[in-house]
Every structure is written in C-alpha cells, then in structure tokens.
C-alpha cells in the first residue's frame, strides 16, 4: 500500500483542505479532514509530469487530490496519455542534445538542399496560364497606383530593343508567354528591368536612355528572362514564405518577449536565397547572349554605368538595390565574354 | 474658538475639516509664532491626501519611493499601508504569496524537445507543443502554494491552427499576387476580429484553472460590435481611403490620426471588456482605471520616442556627410529611433501593466503590481543579447527570467474570504479563437 500526503479541493470553492490518499490493490481511500471516500483506482485521472511541478488526480466526481510528483503516478491512468513520452524525453540532457543536433542538421539541410528542390518541382508544376493572370493583375495594380507612369520613349526607340528581345526569346522554352512592356519609372523604381509572374518583363525608359547601346539593353532584358525560364518569381514566393513561417515557428516565444530579433534571420536568409537567383539568372543571360552573337561585356558596361549613377537620381527601388552590383557581377560577366 | 491645551487636542480639532480649508489655514498660520500648529496643519493635509489614494496606488509609491531622500514621507506611507492592512484581517493573511518556480534548465529541455518534435512533424506537432509550454508556464506559477492548471488539449488547438493557417495563406497569397483582393480580405479581417477576440478570450479562461475552478469568459461577438463599433469604422475609412481611393492620398491621414489619437481609450476599453467579461468561481472581474490615466502613458510614451530620436538623429546627420555615405552609416542612423521606440515600449509595457492590475478586482482579491521601465528596459536588452550570442538557445532562459520578474512584481491581495468564489458548471469552447491569436502574434495579454 502506498500513501501519499497533498491537498483536497472540490471544485465548489477554491480552498484546499490537507489530504491523504491510500492506494490499495484495486480500491484507493481518499481521507481529508472529515471527509473520506472510497473509489476504484481505474477510474482517477492523472495529469501530465511537467518539470518538476505538482501533479493533479481528478476523482469520478470531478473533485482533485493534488499532490508533489512521485513516480507511482505514472502507474497510474493517465489524463493525456500521449505527452507521458514527450515528457520522458523532456526529462533527459541526452536527448536535449541530440535535439540541438537534429534542429540544426534540419535546418541546414532543408535550408541549402531541401527546400530549393522542393521549391523547383512545384513551381514547374504551377501552369503559366495561371502565373500569367496573376502577372497581368500585379502589373495593373503597379500601373493604377502610380508605381509606373506612361512612358515617353517613341516607338523608333522601342523598335529595335523589341525586335533584338524576339530575336533573344525565338528559342526559349517558355517562348510564347513572353512580353514585353515599356514605363516611366518615375521616381520610385528610376532605371530598372523586372520580371512580373508569368513572362511579363517590365522595362523602364530611364534603363533605355541610361543604356549606349541597344545590345546593353538587350543584356538586362537576357538577365530578367533568365528569371522568367528559371520560374525565379515562384520559387522565391514559395522559399521565402517558407523561411519566414520556419523562422517564426523557431522564435516564437523570443517574440512574445517583444525582442524585436524573430524577423532578422528570415531576413537574412531570404537575402541569401535572392543572391543565388540573381547569379543563376547572370549565368543563364551570359549564354544566351552568348548563343545569340551578343556579349555579355554589354551587361558588364551598363552595370557599371548604373552604378556609377548619383543614388538621389534613381528613387528607392531603382535596379542597383534590388540587384546589387557587385564586381564579381561585373568579373564574371567579362569573364563570360572572354570565353 | 478656545486654545487648545496641546497639539494633539489640535489635531483631533483640524481632522474633521475639508483639505481646502487646512490649504487655506496653512497659507494664513503665522509660522514664526506658531510652527507646531503649522507643522500639524501640514501633517492633517498629507494624512488626508493619503487616504484618498487606493491601496494599490500606495502599495505602489511605497515601492518606487527613495528612503534615503525621504525617509518622513516613507515612514508616512508605511504607516498608512499598515493602517489599512492591520484592523481589516488581522487573523488571517493579507495576501496570497505568487511564486514563480520555472527553471531555465528544466525549460531548455522542453522547449528543445518540443521544436525538434515540432519540426520533424512539419509543424503538427506545434499544437501539443504549445500544451507542454503552457502547462509548465502554469503548473510552475503557485497562488497561495497551490499551482495554476493548464487544461487545454492539443486537438481543438491543432484545428484552430489550421484554420488560422488557412486565413495566413490567403493573405499572404493575395498581398504577393491578387493586390487588388487585399482590401476585401482586410474587410473580412474586419468582420473575423471580434470573434476571434470573444473566441480566444473564452479558450484562455475555459482551460485555465485555479484550485480545481477554471476561469469563465461570457462576451459575444455582439458584446464586442457594441463596444467597439466606432473603432470598426475608423478601420474601414483607413480601408476605404487606402485601397478605394488612392488618388486621395492625403485624406488617410485624417482617420489616420483619428485612430492614434483615440488608441489609449480603445486600449482601455479592451482591458475593461477583458476583464469585466471574465469570471472565476462566479465573481466577475471589475475595472476602475480612467482613459486619462491611459492617455497620460501613451502620451509619454510619445514623447519619449522624440526626445531620444531627434537629438540622436541630428547627431547622425552632423556625422553623415553626403561624401562618406555607406550602407552601415544608413543603418546607424536608424538605430536612435529603434533604441527610442525600445524605450517608449518598456515604458508603455511597465505602466500600463502597472496601472491595469492596480485597477482590476476579483471578488475578494485586488491587485498590486510595481513593475518599473528600467528592469524591463534591463531585461529586454540582456534578454535580446543573450538570444543573438547563443543564436537563440538562450530563449528559454530568457522566457523564464521575463516571468519570473513579472511574478516578482505582483502581489494578490486578499481583502476578503476565498470561500466568496463559487464553483459552477463547465461548458466547452473551441479552440479556434485562440489559435488565430496566436498565429498571427496579437499579443491580448494583461
């Protein structure tokens, strides 16, 4: 027989009266003050070991016997059966280190490996019909909210740099979703190319006049196609969602002690991610210029002249911030070309 | 008037009066002939003044005040404290003791195992996660050495997950790719707020207990349009000016400013609909504190941003010249407004908590809580360096000293018998509510 000392409470009022209970073979004798009471032990409840804090019997009538842990507890029924593992594992530095190593080893490998293959197979899966439509709604969303203004370059102008863009594309698999569209960037994008979802390549008339040459053009036009063959747009929405949801979920209780530091690792991971997209789109423009008779020096050039740029002339979203210029950018470029 | 024989008697005769009489006789007195009588007029003034503050109020003064610098002002408020506490209860104790008993490496273990389990699970485990955090959060804080009880269960809280998932996604869907449904879906939010705020309210009080009685919240969605309706339409003019009319640009800051100016009260009032709607044992939660009170903290606040932002910022830009610009002299210059914003919310965290639990009675329990700015500005700052230089296997240890100061900090006065609190019937609440909270990081807490 076993006998463990604790506190009575009701249910009625919130006041507890010093308790015993006797547990026999089958039956368990609950004595406080001048109450006692016999019942089967099948039917207690335990609730869950946590840490190292009292624990709670709950008897048939709802009334509760709470008591400092003992390991004849365990014995018996369980409230939550299911944590009694989680809480066996709680319970051992062994397993809080292999947990450290299983986190990280986690991370790392579907950070670097995982998440970026999974990341391609669906966005090949997502149709271009579908990207497309949201492409077209994002660039009319860009358009009537005075992101972009009409633009004022002629169609002289325009001409050659559409004609040398269908002359780049003629061979691409996603040929036939492509399209290309001239604005003002205003004050906010200044000289900058994007790639819209679904084929739609934005150019500003600020690229056009900064560029010398409608080859320069034509290498950043390569650039924003490598994006759109490499489905960039999707891949990025997908990884990075995925970032900030893990990031969240890891620093979640940081947060709550208002730290303002949970966002700073998706940040800079997702960073991360957007300097590899950038690279394999540098790489994929290179050989197709390259396939096309146009070298990749052009790209070289114009990155340089834009960087060159006063940063007051070109608005908070001009291209040198979204595609930071580097001069292993500008190296790799001369390097292509050299080749 | 006759002389009275000693200064006593003259005391006894000065009580009785109103504090704008003895104002007016102190300025009259002739302190050179008289200074025992105008020390004791002055002596009556503090002692009434005194008695018109709650014991919170006094319980709070007499923690923040400097003894060495006032050692009379002090003994008065000790005095006064004893006065009240002694001839009401003097059989039993006049307050139950508030332990928090967590340990940061008992925590560590949980919380590791838990995001291990979480991750490998994909995030489905997340639900059982939270119970185990909670449930130790709970059954390490003891009341009169009993601890609290967590009895949520992981189900409803993993259903309640994926609905608020679902609602997640299809704002961060349409943010990146459907801009134009966004103000729809902000009108949704909208209309889901008030029954996600009913809804979590009811899941926190239903599942936590105290000495075999759980908590009970009864406001409905209707409670919260009547209580809140005037702020919906301040959100929906933000709405309608930011999406509907966006050549209007100017106008938003009208309702804008409406909403800023107006945000103590509605903080008030969500306290006060909180509190007053909760229940334990039967007795409902009552709530006294005043909008000014409220606004007074904001405004503050307020003030602090500026008075660290603008000094530090013309500092930078002294320090900025348009030659040496780099990318890390643009990140410096935004740090005064950061440090500024860190110290307006330690500000804002310690008082208004101060000034909630100060002000809130639960049938025979009050409250007395004395955080102060500069522990939380202390804690938030060591808390955040040591989480950066452990790359975050310091949270534990940073989630425990946060409560443990908390706890620290507050006292539960016992003003009358706890046999006041009645136990009744239990009914159930999904979990719902309380997860969409949580997901989206709303911080509800007192």
């Known amino acids: ?339 | 008037m006759s002389e009275p024989e000693s200064i006593e008697e003259y005391i006894q005769s000065l009580r009785p009066l109103p504090v704008g009489h003895l104002e007016w006789m102190a300025a009259h007195v002739d302190k050179e002939r008289f200074p025992e009588r105008y020390k004791a007029i002055m002596d009556v003034i503090s002692e009434k003044k005194l008695q018109a503050y709650t014991l919170g109020e006094l319980l709070d003064a007499s923690h923040n005040i400097d003894r060495e610098k006032y050692p009379e002002r002090a003994q008065r408020l000790d005095d006064e404290i004893a006065r009240r506490l002694g001839p009401q209860m003097p059989e039993q104790p006049p307050e139950l003791a508030l332990e928090f008993r967590g340990k940061a490496r008992e925590y560590f273990r949980i919380w590791i195992v838990n995001l291990c389990l979480t991750l490998l699970t994909l995030g489905i485990f997340s639900a059982w996660s939270k119970v185990r955090k909670k449930r130790y959060l709970y059954s390490h804080t003891t009341l009169g050495g009993t601890p609290f009880q967590y009895l949520g269960k992981p189900i409803p809280i993993l259903k309640g997950r994926v609905i608020a998932a679902i609602g997640f996604l299809i704002y961060y869907a349409s943010s990146h790719f459907l801009i134009s449904l966004l103000p729809y879906i902000f009108a949704a939010g909208l209309i889901v707020a008030p029954w996600v705020l009913v809804r979590s309210a009811a899941f926190n009080a239903r599942y936590s207990a105290f000495r075999n009685m759980t908590f009970h919240f009864d406001g409905g969605y209707l409670d919260v349009l009547k209580a809140f309706w005037a702020w919906g339409i301040i959100l929906a003019a933000v709405i309608v000016m930011m999406f509907i009319l966006p050549e209007k640009r100017a106008f938003i800051g009208i309702p804008l400013a409406v909403f800023g100016l107006s945000y103590p009260w509605w903080i008030r009032r969500l306290k006060k609909f909180i509190i007053e709607r909760t229940s334990f044992g039967g007795k409902r939660g009552t709530f006294s504190a005043t909008s000014g009170q409220f606004f007074k903290i904001y405004f503050i606040s307020g003030l602090i941003v500026i008075a660290v932002a603008i000094p530090s910022g013309i500092l930078m830009a002294t320090l900025l010249t348009p030659t040496k610009k780099s990318l890390l002299l643009t990140y410096l210059a935004a740090a005064p407004i950061y440090i500024g914003y860190v110290v307006a919310f330690a500000y804002v965290q310690s008082r208004s908590g101060n000034l909630v639990w100060n002000h809130t009675h639960l049938g025979p329990l009050r409250f007395c809580s004395t955080l102060r700015c500069r522990d939380l500005l202390k804690l938030y700052m060591t808390n955040a360096l040591g989480i950066i230089a452990s790359l975050g296997l310091l949270i534990p240890w940073a989630v425990m000293r946060t409560v443990k100061y908390r706890a620290d900090n507050m006292r539960v006065l016992q003003e009358g018998e706890l046999s006041e609190f009645q136990g009744s019937d239990r009914n159930g609440v999904t979990a719902v509510g309380a997860e969409a909270i949580d997901f989206f990081d709303v911080d509800l807490s007192l």
């Open chain 1, 1 to 339: 027989m076993i006998t463990i000392e604790g506190h009575y409470f009701d249910g009625r009022q919130p006041i507890g009266v010093p308790a015993r209970m006797d547990f026999e073979d089958r039956e368990t004798m609950l004595t406080a003050g001048p109450v006692s009471d016999r019942c089967a032990t099948r039917q207690l409840k335990v609730s869950p070991r946590i840490g190292s804090a009292d624990r709670f019997i709950t008897f048939p009538n709802g009334a509760q016997f709470s008591c400092a842990d003992h390991s004849f507890l365990n014995s018996l029924p369980q409230e939550s059966p299911s944590e009694g593992p989680v809480a066996w594992l709680e319970e051992r530095w062994g397993m809080a280190l292999a947990c450290v190593a299983i986190i990280v080893c986690t991370l790392l490998a579907g950070y670097f490996f995982g998440l970026p293959f999974a990341a391609e197979r669906i966005a090949n899966r997502i149709p271009m019909e579908t990207e497309q439509s949201l492409g077209r709604q994002a660039l009319t969303w860009l358009d009537e909210n005075g992101w972009f203004m009409p633009t004022h370059l002629d169609v002289d102008r325009q001409k050659p740099i559409m004609d040398g863009f269908d002359r780049l594309r003629s061979d691409l698999p996603l040929r036939g979703y492509y399209h290309l569209e001239f604005r003002s960037g205003a004050k906010t994008f200044g000289p900058n190319a994007l790639a819209l979802p679904g084929g739609i390549i934005v150019i500003t008339e600020e690229m056009v006049r900064a560029a010398e040459t409608t080859e320069e053009v034509l290498a950043v036009l390569a650039h924003e196609a490598g994006h759109v063959e490499l489905r960039h747009t999707m891949r990025s929405v997908l990884q990075n969602s995925v970032v900030a949801v893990a990031a969240a979920a890891v620093t979640s209780d940081a947060a709550s002690l208002s730290v303002a530091i949970a966002g700073l690792p998706a940040l800079l991971a997702q960073r991360k991610y957007s300097r590899k997209f950038e690279t394999a789109a540098d790489d994929y423009a290179f050989r197709l210029l390259k396939q096309k008779g146009c070298s990749p020096a052009a790209f070289a050039s114009i990155m340089e002249r834009l960087a060159k740029k006063d940063e007051s002339e070109m608005g908070p979203f001009a291209y040198v911030s979204t595609h930071p210029v580097t001069t292993e950018r500008v190296r790799r470029a001369r390097s292509a070309a050299a080749e």
